[in-house]
């Protein structure tokens, strides 16, 4: 006999709910971060590996980084485009905004196990990536691949807060993401 369900949302997170404010605190808190991480960086990399380097060109390579860092939330969100699409094989919606960049659709379902895949795809394939270049690279291009590093973990953030809320979830649940908020939702028996 073939089980027929029908689904109840039972948990939804938003993002842009007003009264959470998360995605502002979420902002403050990786610019913050990436900030101090980058400042620190740039200060031990040069005190501790580049004396004797000419000061100059150091400051255009982390003016670099900071550039690389203007453009990462594009390829970020390109990063999620291309796991949704080949864990489902539909496009997703990408938006770009003031406070946000986001991708997701409210008219695809996510099994568990796609939507591991899919959110924490950039995490992993931009830090495969990246810590190779910070050891391998010498020392005066440290910058270049150290500061989308940073804004790689620390822009993860939301990623890792979704996740988190999707991992407490039954094991047999649907989720939609619309980008800024998710709503998961389990089977029910139909009797």
């Known amino acids: ?3 027929v369900y029908e689904y109840k949302a039972v948990s939804r997170l938003n993002m842009l ?91 695809i379902m996510f099994n568990k196990a796609q939507y591991f895949f899919g959110a924490s795809f950039p995490f992993i394939f931009y830090n495969a990536a990246l810590i190779p270049l910070c050891v391998l690279l010498p020392p005066i291009y440290f910058p270049l691949p150290f500061m989308p590093l940073m804004y790689n973990v620390f822009g993860s953030v939301a990623d890792f807060i979704m996740i988190i809320r999707v991992a407490r979830s039954p094991f047999r649940s649907i989720i939609v993401d619309g980008g800024t908020d998710i709503v998961i939702y389990i089977p029910v028996d139909k009797k």
């Open 1 to 3: 006999m073939k089980n």
């Open 17 to 107: 709910d007003p009264r959470l404010r998360l995605l502002h605190k979420l902002n403050t808190f990786a610019v913050i971060a990436i900030v101090l991480s980058c400042l620190i960086g740039a200060v031990l990399n040069y005190c501790l590996r580049m004396l004797g380097e000419a000061f100059g060109m150091y400051i255009v390579y982390i003016l670099c980084g900071v550039v690389l860092c203007l453009i990462y939330p594009y390829v970020h969100e390109y990063a999620h485009a291309f796991a949704i699409l080949i864990t489902t094989g539909k496009a997703p919606k990408i938006r770009f905004e003031k406070l946000a960049a986001y991708c997701g659709s409210p008219d």
